[in-house]
C-alpha cells in the first residue's frame, strides 16, 4: 500500500491547473504533500510530550484522514489517482483502529469541544474517510486490496445509528450516500424524517433540534435558526438526492441565501460557550458553516 515519493513539483500535474487553482491551494496541496511523505519523520501537531496522552495518536488519526480527503478531492478534479494521494490512503489506513470500540474508525482529537474534538466527533472523522474513498478517482474505492478496511469503516459508521444523535446519524447518512451500502434503506428513510421533520418554519434548522449539546459555560443555546445547523443539514440532504427533501432543500438554501452577512459569510453561534463577537473562536462555527453552506448550494452533479 506504500509508493514511492514523487517530486513535489510534479504535484502541478495532478491538479486541474494553475489556472483554476489558487496560490493558496498549491502552498496548502505542498504542505500536505511534504507531511504525507514525511509521515514517519515530522511529528503530530499535538504530541504527547506537551498536550499529554493520547494526543499524539488522537492528532495522527486528524490528519491521515484530513489529508486523504484534501488530496482525493484534487484528484477528484483531475480525475487522476497521484502517487502522493496513494501514500496519504496508505497513512490513513495504517492508523485504522483494529480492535476495540472505534474498530475501523480513526482516533479523534478530544478537547471536549463539539463539534469536531469531542467523544462523538469520531463518526466525523468517519464520514470524512468514507468521502475520501469516494472521492478518489480511478476506481479506488473498488479495490480488492483495500475491501476489509472499507467494510471495517462502514461497520464502525453503523455502530454510531443506535443511540446516537440526530446529529451523528445525519453524518452517517451523508457518508452512506458517498459510500454506499453503510445504511439499509429502513435507516435512510428514518434519518430524513427526522431531519425534515426537525427543519424550523423558516426554513433553517437550529442547534437543540440536532443533539442535547450543553455549554460548558452555562448557557443556552440559541433557539433560533443557526448557520451551522442549517448549512450542515442542507449538504447532506444535497448529497442525498433524495427527491422527498427536494422542497426540504430548497427552503433551506433559501434560508442560507438570505442569512449571508455583507461579507458573504454565513453566520453561526458556538456550541461549546457564548463567545464574544470578533474573537478567532467566534469566527471558528462562521468560518465552518460558510464553508457547508458553498457546499449544500451548488448545483447537484448529474
Do not use: C
Not at 504525507?36 to 504530541?47: G, N, R, S
Not at 468514507?130 to 474505492?141: I, K, S, T
Not at 483495500?146 to 443506535?162: D, F, H, T, V
Amino acid at each position: 500500500m506504500s509508493a514511492r515519493p514523487v517530486s513535489f513539483a510534479t504535484l502541478k500535474t495532478y491538479t486541474t491547473s494553475w489556472d483554476t487553482t489558487s496560490i493558496d491551494e498549491m502552498a496548502m496541496f505542498d504542505d500536505v504533500v511534504k507531511r504525507v511523505y514525511l509521515w514517519d519523520a515530522v511529528q503530530p501537531f499535538y504530541p504527547d510530550q506537551t498536550r499529554g496522552v493520547p494526543k499524539s495518536a488522537e492528532s495522527r488519526g486528524v490528519e491521515a484522514v484530513l489529508n486523504a480527503l484534501i488530496l482525493a478531492t484534487r484528484d477528484q478534479a483531475s480525475g487522476h489517482f497521484g502517487a502522493d494521494t496513494r501514500q496519504a490512503f496508505a497513512n490513513m489506513w495504517g492508523v485504522q483502529m483494529k480492535t476495540g470500540d472505534q474498530k475501523g474508525g480513526f482516533t479523534w482529537l478530544n478537547f471536549r469541544l463539539e463539534p469536531f474534538e469531542s467523544t462523538s466527533a469520531s463518526y466525523w472523522g468517519a464520514t470524512l474517510a468514507a468521502l475520501a474513498v469516494a472521492r478518489a478517482p480511478d476506481g479506488y474505492a473498488a479495490n480488492p486490496a483495500i475491501a476489509p478496511q472499507i467494510e471495517a469503516l462502514r461497520a464502525y459508521l453503523r455502530s454510531g445509528i443506535r443511540g446516537g444523535s440526530l446529529y451523528s446519524r445525519s453524518l452517517i447518512l451523508w457518508a452512506d450516500s458517498q459510500l454506499d451500502d453503510v445504511l439499509v434503506p429502513e435507516q435512510r428513510t428514518e434519518i430524513l424524517a427526522e431531519l425534515m421533520a426537525s427543519q424550523r418554519p423558516d426554513g433553517g434548522w437550529n442547534l437543540p433540534s440536532l443533539s442535547t449539546w450543553q455549554r460548558i459555560d452555562g448557557t443556552s443555546l440559541p433557539q433560533e435558526s443557526d448557520g451551522y445547523a442549517t448549512a450542515s443539514v442542507a449538504v447532506i440532504l444535497r448529497e442525498t438526492g433524495d427527491p422527498s427533501t427536494a422542497t426540504a432543500l430548497k427552503r433551506a438554501q433559501k434560508w442560507l441565501a438570505t442569512h449571508q452577512d455583507k461579507s458573504g459569510a454565513v453566520p453561526a453561534k458556538s456550541i461549546n460557550k457564548d463567545r464574544q463577537p470578533g474573537t478567532d473562536a467566534y469566527l471558528f462555527m462562521t468560518d465552518a458553516a460558510t464553508g457547508l453552506a458553498g457546499l449544500a448550494m451548488q448545483p447537484k452533479q448529474p
